[in-house]
Each structure stands twice: as structure tokens, then as C-alpha cells.
């Protein structure tokens, strides 16, 4: 247990804030984690688990112990006719997690490309990009129950996925640390080129007869012409859920707005359900590509706030509350965060 002491947290949140915590410890293995969690600074202090730290926003200093998950490894466990299972370990990026797929042609993962951040998160919040969510993939989660010390399972069922949600992030938040995911892929392609945007750069391409490498390149083509590399300019992707409203909402709102985009959710037949897209909704009311100080929205992609160079984690959480107010004031729609903020 190698224990850090004041450590920048810069590296490791792709907001790229410079604050500071009181303890830093990074785990390899169950073995190292169990050692951890029985530790007297993990006992006597607040902590905090990080992976990739691409969907945090830190205000301030963090007067605790970070763990910092970093088991890596990918194993093929099972194979039956037409599927593939792969067990990834919660510390492996996300995006080379898929890169592996695409080149051993194991296929379902090939829209979530280029997403930031690790395995271990990615069930957190059932990450989801051009018509693909983990969810249809995913078969299982192994977690460790921070109380009780056991590995636990948790089928896909027992996740209670929903739109960026899962059980991790609401009744499970803070209780388990996921060590590693096994997705179920297709060992014959089954290809989701719904989205427009993929259509268009396939066409772009020339290419008729897609496969997954070509849905890949285009997901990547797609997402580096939209939105900033956290590399360069701090973000944390979308920071806005996309809303959801009811159908009496949706009525008031489509007819003020008749251009507006939207989407017909079909998950719930008794009760209809909308969603908006907050984007839309935060270049209408003048955010996009404004600078602020330190931070704005950016000037492709409203709904990703960003850091220009030495913002604070607060003065980003500033304009993310006036965003959501003047949303509040112009449309009637309360758009929550997707970042998890600590303040
Ligand atoms: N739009 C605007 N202005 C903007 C941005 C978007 O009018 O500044 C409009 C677009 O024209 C389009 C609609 O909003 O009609 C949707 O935009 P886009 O396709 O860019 O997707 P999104 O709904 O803004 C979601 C996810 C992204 C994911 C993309 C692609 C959420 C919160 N975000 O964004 O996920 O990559 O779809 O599937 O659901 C993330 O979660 O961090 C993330 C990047």
C-alpha cells in the first residue's frame, strides 16, 4: 500500500482542476483493495473511488483519501455459437477496452468509441452514445460490498439500468467498487447505424457494407469533430443529462417550439415521455461557445462545459447553475447534471 500524501488531483480528473487531496492510494488487485479498505486512514477518513475521473467535477480540496482503481486486464471467459464473453477489469480504459474488440472482431461495442474514462464506471451511469448504451451488452458486474468485504454479482437485471442510471449510482452509491464487467459481444456482427450522423459519414466514406472497424472510425470521426479532447481543453462530455418530459409538458413545449428536436421515448407505454435535447436547449438561450472567465459552453457542443485553462471547480459549478436557470426561465425544463459534483 503505497500511501500519498497532498497529491494534485490534475492528472486525474479530465476537468483538468488543480485541487489537492489529503490521501492518495491506487489499487491493482482485490488483494491491494481489501488492504486498503481495511486500513486505519481508510477507516478514519472520507474517501472517494476514482477511474478515469471523466465524469467528475472536484470544487474543492478533498479533505480525504482518494482510491484510485487501476485493476487492469481483459480475458476471454466463455464462448458459445454466436457470442463472445469478455471479462474486463474496472481499471482498463474504456476506449481501449473497445479498440481490443474491434481488432479481435468481437462485436456491440463499436458506437461507444472514443468514450473517456474506465471499464469500472462505465455500468455507473450506463454510458451510452449513437443508439448503443452498455446495457445491451453488458452481462454482468462483479463489485466489491464495502461493508461486508464480499465480491458480489450482479446480473444485467439486477443493474436497473435506465437512462444514464444504474443501481451503482443510486441505492449502491458509495457501497460497492466495481472491479470488473463481462459483456456479452456477438461474434457476427449485428450492425446500429440509426444514428443520422453515423449514416452520413459512412456515406461520406463511400462505404456501403460496413464493418464494425468502419462504424468505429466513423463514431471517432463523429465525436473528434464535436466535441473538445479532454487532453487538450478540460470537459467532462456532456454535463447535462438530456431531459425527459411528460406528454402535457411535451404539448406546451412543442407548440412554442415547433423546430425544436426531440425524441419519442418507447420504453414506457402507459405514460409517453420525451427527450429534449439539453444542448438545444442551452444554445437557444445564447450559451453556446460563450467565454466566461476560465470556463464556457463549448462552440460545437453546448452541453459540454469546459475548462480554458485554470478554471476552478466552482466557477464551472457557477455556470452550470446559470445555465440550468436560464433554462429553467426560457422553456420550463429542469436539465440535471450527468457530472458528479463534489463541493
Ligand atoms: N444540439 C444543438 N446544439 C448543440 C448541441 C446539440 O442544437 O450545441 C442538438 C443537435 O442538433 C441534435 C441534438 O441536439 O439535434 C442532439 O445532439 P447530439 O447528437 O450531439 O447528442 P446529445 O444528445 O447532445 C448525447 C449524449 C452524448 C453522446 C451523443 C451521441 C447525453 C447527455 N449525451 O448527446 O454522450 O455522445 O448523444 O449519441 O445523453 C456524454 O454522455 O458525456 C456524451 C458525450
Redesign the pocket.
Known amino acids: 500500500m503505497n500511501l500519498i500524501e497532498n497529491i494534485s488531483l490534475k492528472p486525474y480528473n479530465t476537468f483538468q482542476i488543480d485541487v489537492s487531496a489529503k490521501y492518495f492510494l491506487e489499487f491493482t488487485n482485490i488483494d491491494e483493495l481489501e488492504e486498503i479498505l481495511n486500513s486505519t486512514v481508510y477507516k478514519e477518513n472520507k474517501s472517494l473511488i476514482i477511474g478515469g475521473g471523466s465524469n467528475l467535477l472536484l470544487c474543492k480540496n478533498f479533505d480525504g483519501v482518494i482510491l484510485k482503481n487501476s485493476i487492469k486486464g481483459i480475458s476471454i471467459i466463455k464462448e458459445t455459437e454466436n457470442h463472445i464473453y469478455v471479462k474486463a477489469n474496472a481499471g482498463e480504459s474504456w476506449h481501449e477496452f473497445v479498440m481490443y474488440c474491434i481488432e479481435n472482431n468481437f462485436a456491440g461495442v463499436e458506437n461507444l468509441s472514443l468514450i473517456p474514462g474506465c471499464v469500472g464506471a462505465s455500468p455507473m451511469q450506463n454510458i ?3 443508439g448503443v448504451e452498455i446495457k445491451d451488452v453488458l452481462h454482468e458486474v462483479e463489485a466489491l460490498n464495502i461493508p461486508t468485504n464480499q465480491l458480489e454479482y450482479f446480473n444485467n437485471e439486477d443493474c436497473k439500468f435506465g437512462y ?1 442510471e444504474s443501481i451503482f449510482k443510486n441505492t449502491h452509491k458509495d457501497k460497492y467498487i466495481i472491479t470488473s464487467v463481462v459483456f456479452c459481444l456477438n461474434k457476427k456482427a449485428i450492425l446500429n447505424i440509426s ?1 443520422g ?1 453515423i449514416k452520413d459519414e459512412l456515406a461520406k466514406k463511400q462505404i456501403q457494407n460496413p464493418n464494425i472497424k468502419d462504424i468505429s472510425d466513423a463514431v471517432i470521426a463523429i ?1 473528434s469533430s ?2 473538445p479532447d479532454p487532453k487538450i481543453l478540460g470537459n467532462a ?2 454535463f ?3 431531459p425527459e418530459i411528460d406528454e402535457i409538458s411535451f404539448k406546451e413545449f412543442h407548440e412554442a417550439n415547433p423546430t425544436a ?1 426531440y425524441y419519442e421515448l418507447t420504453n414506457n407505454i402507459s405514460e409517453k415521455q420525451y427527450k429534449i ?4 436547449l ?2 437557444q438561450c445564447g450559451w ?1 461557445g460563450k467565454v466566461i472567465g476560465n470556463t464556457g459552453s463549448h462552440k460545437d ?3 459540454v462545459l469546459v475548462n480554458y485553462g485554470n478554471a476552478e471547480g466552482e466557477e464551472i459549478y457557477q455556470l452550470a447553475l446559470a445555465i440550468q436557470q436560464s433554462v429553467k426561465e426560457k422553456f420550463n425544463i429542469t436539465i440535471s447534471p ?1 457530472v458528479n459534483i463534489y463541493r
Open positions: 451510452g452514445a449513437y444514464r444514428y450522423a465525436r464535436k466535441l462530455g456532456s447535462f443529462k438530456n428536436p435535447p439539453a444542448g438545444w442551452i444554445e453556446k457542443q453546448a452541453l450527468e
